[in-house]
């Protein structure tokens, strides 16, 4: 074949590789979106096991020898309830994930990650308790800081959730899981904060009032 010829038949064949080259461009970038869908994944539910549309969900890491705990992604549960979280853990992690799910009411829920990464968060429902807050002599305290301890797996920033304040009277209210113990914490430096206060939570959708007298801090001198 002349070289003018071959030179032809390489030009008619152009826009047929080009057209090729076009659609399997189509085919990696599909691949690539495929491959991309968040591996974490799952739903949300209240009490009763309907959708909890508006629940937030947060992926959090505990470091195992610190215990600091820090928010690494989160997502907001859809009209359905569900959830994806654009994240994928490695396999073998040093430390604690952890998927925690809040909802409007003040209920959390926590689960640590598996092997399937497809979740089904089913948030407690809640009840509120008044703490009234006295000091050691037994007077109410107001306009103090108390917050509630509700253990290592919530982040800082999610605990603010639970800060509140005493008013006049030395009263606050706290709405979280219902039937549960835990310890309300006056983080004032006159007092004992080592020493945990437990409040208890009523069952669901009840409301109660309960009195914690926080102790006087202890003075350690050296000689």
Do not use: W
């Amino acid at each position: 074949m002349h070289n003018g010829a071959l030179f032809r038949s390489v030009g008619a064949l152009r826009p047929l590789a080009l057209a090729l080259a076009g659609a399997f461009s189509i085919l990696a970038l599909g691949s690539t979106q495929h491959q991309a869908k968040p591996p974490i994944e799952g739903a949300v539910v209240d009490f009763v096991g309907k959708p909890a549309p508006g629940a937030k969900v947060y992926l959090t890491l505990r470091h195992t020898r610190t215990i600091e705990c820090k928010v690494i992604a989160s997502s907001t549960a859809d009209a359905q309830g569900r959830f994806a979280l654009p994240i994928r853990p490695r396999a073998k992690f040093p430390d604690r994930i952890t998927l925690v799910a809040v909802s409007e009411s003040g209920g959390v829920y926590s689960s640590d990650l598996n092997s399937t990464y497809d979740f089904r968060l089913r948030l407690p429902d809640v009840s509120t308790t008044i703490v009234r807050v006295l000091d050691p002599d037994g007077a109410p305290i107001p306009n103090e800081e108390v917050f509630l301890d509700i253990g290592p797996v919530i982040p800082t920033e999610l605990s603010r959730r639970y800060r509140t304040r005493t008013d006049a009277s030395g009263r606050c209210r706290i709405t979280f899981n219902a039937d549960e113990a835990h310890g309300l914490e006056v983080p004032d430096e006159r007092y004992d904060t080592l020493l945990k206060n437990y409040i208890q939570f009523p069952p669901a959708g009840g409301t109660s009032e309960q009195t914690i007298r926080v102790a006087k801090a202890s003075v350690i001198t050296g000689r």
